[in-house]
């Protein structure tokens, strides 16, 4: 992050403001996600981004952490994951060593000792604890389908009142709430409970235009040719049923892939030896050999 | 309700034609299936209030990302965007037909004779009716009267399949096993830091996940009542582990409607969630749109998948071949539930059974409720 792009720098006052802004970081936005993160950023609520992997969900996220000028913290989400790991949790050796020590020093109120004992030291901050006290923050809860259902109900709390309560310190409330972006592959459903409180988008694939600017603004590096060429190669894989369609992430693998081998436009050896970038399928790699890369070659 | 709703740029008069239209709009959506609740509603106004009222696209994303809330509504909500604000105002649009529960219409004619056949029965003779109980269990339902199927449907509430555990990513406390250091200082701390026993943990086990896929084209048609109360019972049993899906011509996911306490509700329910009733079977097909769009991110990795289907398949079985291939590869154990196994000289001939054969480790029979006990048992040990 360059340290000049602080929220002052941008003016977010409607939709296409956020999509410029946006677009100086590298991301471009369509009119929906721009709609998305415009509003996610008035309204204060979360937004719950679903779609394809390697559709740009994530990168969202870093992108609106260097537009807001906040700190980008994530919460990786697993099967498993608990208040301990996601909140807050207790530093317990350090409190025993810290009442070991007040006993030789000669302690002698119980109340204080007990009090010094919870203070804000000996608390660990876990993401969501760090994204509350930390201002202007941006939130990635990241993959939320991949933690259990119990785990939505902690976040619920967090996500309607931007505060966190500790039994034995209180209330944690965010001055500035964090700007919380949760995404989801899809693997379960997520509760209905959860996805009310938050502006739910669905992320697509982008269109060819857009993604032929993404690959010359993310690659400056390469040619017209080849970014118009791997845009039309990857729109057309979309359209051919495969086992796993390539994101915006793969053609990006891609396109920098056949770079780096010296190309300037698609052709079908290099095509053929860099499809591992972009194809991750040993089924779908003879489809496309035997359909898309053959028309190329004749 | 009140709405603070404050469109800055329109004057008091179109303020309020402005909130009618949307609440309309609203009420449309909700007819179409879209789940636009009040709450939600409430949302959109207030997105739109960030937002220009006067632009259609604005008008579409603030609804669409408040009142939405999964890939399936975007379609229906767009419908009724174009319906809406297409220029006439739907009064209720049918986004899918919806016809009854075939087994279930049958059976709702039968039920008077039902209620009369009971109170014929004056005093009950308990050993003739656990013997009847008996032989209703190993009966193909397809030979039932509609007064044994009634008293069958009651057997359902004792089914309860369960999956065996698998080790989860938690701890959980245990006698032995690995020290659990935060419980033991804790436990320190609570004595004033005198060193106390030490406490153990160990990983604990969480049901696998239960996937059931179930064929509901016209040759299965005699068991669907019976299959889908069996995934009734199991979405009962673990409702946050148990995935129902419905196989015909199309993939449809009947989780949810199956979450409904009251089993002829549920079964209404996700009958009326099922385009597809007794149609033709394109298995390979919908294998691959289950896959695709929900075994493949997750669903069916791990789990334990049933899929319940008599091997009709027209054509090529190729896709049909590669699709199970996959299945197998995702899933934990694949078990394959055919009504015509508990047939006499029953040969698993249909050409998707023969694709499918190399890729199943259990083949169970699927046409009594003993079969079905059966089957609880085989889900148990998978």
Redesign the interface.
Known sequence: MSPDSSVEEFDLASPADVAAALETTGYLPDAGLSTAAFLALRMHRPLFLEGDAGVGKTSLALALSRITGGKLIRLQCYEGIDASQALYDWDFPRQVLHLRAAETAGASNADELEKSLYDRRFLISRPILQAIEEPNSVLLIDEIDRADDEFEAFLLEVLADNAVTIPEVGTIRAEHPPLVVLTSNRTREVHDALKRRCLYHWVAHPEFEREVQILRTRLPDITDKLARDVASAVARMRDADLLKPPGVAESLDWAQALHLLGARELDPERAAATLGAVLKYQEDAIRIKNTVLAELAS | MQFNYTPVNLPEGERRDAVQVMLGFARTLRHAGV?A?Q??VH?ML??LS??DITQP??VY??G???L????ED?ERYDTGFALYFGGHQAHQVPVTQSPALPRNSALDRDDADVAAGEEEEDQPDFTVQASRHEVLRSKDVVTLTPLEREQLRRLFALLAPRTSGRR???YGPASRGAID??RS??R??RS??EPDTLLRRRRRTTPRRLVLLIDVSGSMSSYADLLLRFAHAATRATP?RTEVFTLGTRLTRI??ELRIRDPDRALTAAGSAVPDWSGGTRLGDTLRAFL???G????A?GAVVVLCSDGWERGETTELS?QLA?LARLAHKFIWVNPHKGKDGFAPLTAGMVAALPYVDELVAGHSFKSLEELVRVIADA
Do not use: K, N
Not at chain 2, 68 to 71: A, F, I, M, T
Not at chain 2, 296 to 299: E, F, S, T
């Open positions: 789940p609740s709450d939600r949302a207030t997105a960030e937002l696209d604005d994303w603030a669409r990302m408040t939405c809330s999964d890939p975007l989860s990513r938690r250091r935060s200082v804790r320190m701390l004033g830091g946050a989780t949810r695709d769009r929900w493949q991110r997750g669903v990795r590669q996959r």
